[in-house]
């Protein structure tokens, strides 16, 4: 099972430089499987991680598998665990336009029904927190909107998103990215509209129930 993870936390973290979200060694991933957390070690540039470079620790972050420093994040990545239960997979970007919003302290506003389907609210931004600090994890169990898709701007810092897997953690790293990016057009060129918190309520809870292929669909 640790070595499908190690696979899956890999994946994503090589796709964090090839979509733009991370420059340099910043941002990490993470998978949960079990009691053990997979997530990729400190300061190694992307190019050169492999899968067996992956680090695995357990929930109270003991060292159980590697040979080099897991991410300054760790902490905060496991506090999320922890707190969250359903939690599988954990992003932490540096995006441009998402972390203008945090540097801001402003909250990502739905502008869109892609917000409201996957988030189920506005992307909300946290208090400050130093890097590395478990408060980060704290912040994020407390203010990221509960749903299939989770994400936390984190004051004058970045983002923390999260989701069921790996997988699902950076496409939500994705999106709240392309959403900040459309929310910082839209009030650069006029002044957009929020959606109503009811229609959001709606968007999401459809979304949720319908959205996709159901196991037991045929044809």
Not at 23 to 33: E, M, W
Not at 45 to 66: A, C, N
């Amino acid at each position: 099972m640790l070595e499908e993870l190690k696979h899956s936390v890999y994946r994503a973290l090589i796709a964090l430089p090839r979509s733009g979200l991370v420059q340099g060694t910043s941002g990490n991933v993470s998978g949960r499987g079990g009691d053990y957390v997979v997530i990729k070690p400190s300061g190694v540039e992307y190019d050169s991680l492999s899968p067996d470079d992956l680090v695995v620790v357990d929930l109270s972050g003991r060292v159980i598998e590697g040979v080099l420093k897991p991410s300054v994040d760790t902490s905060a990545h496991l506090h999320i665990y922890r707190s969250v239960p359903e939690i599988g997979g954990v992003v932490h970007t540096h995006s441009t336009y998402a972390t203008v919003y945090a540097v801001l302290g402003r909250s990502i506003p739905v502008y869109l029904t892609e917000i409201a389907d996957l988030f189920g609210g506005p992307i909300p931004v946290s208090s400050y927190v130093p890097p590395g600090d478990e408060e980060i994890g704290k912040e994020f169990a407390e203010k990221a909107c509960p749903g299939r898709f989770q994400a936390l701007l984190m004051r004058n810092h970045g983002v923390f998103t999260a989701g069921k897997t790996p997988k699902d953690a950076l496409t939500a790293a994705l999106i709240v990215e392309h959403s900040a990016r459309i929310a910082y057009l839209a009030e650069d060129a006029g002044n957009p509209a929020v959606l109503q918190e009811e229609e959001v309520r709606k968007l999401h809870e459809r979304y949720r129930e319908g959205y996709g292929q159901r196991s037991d669909e045929k044809g």
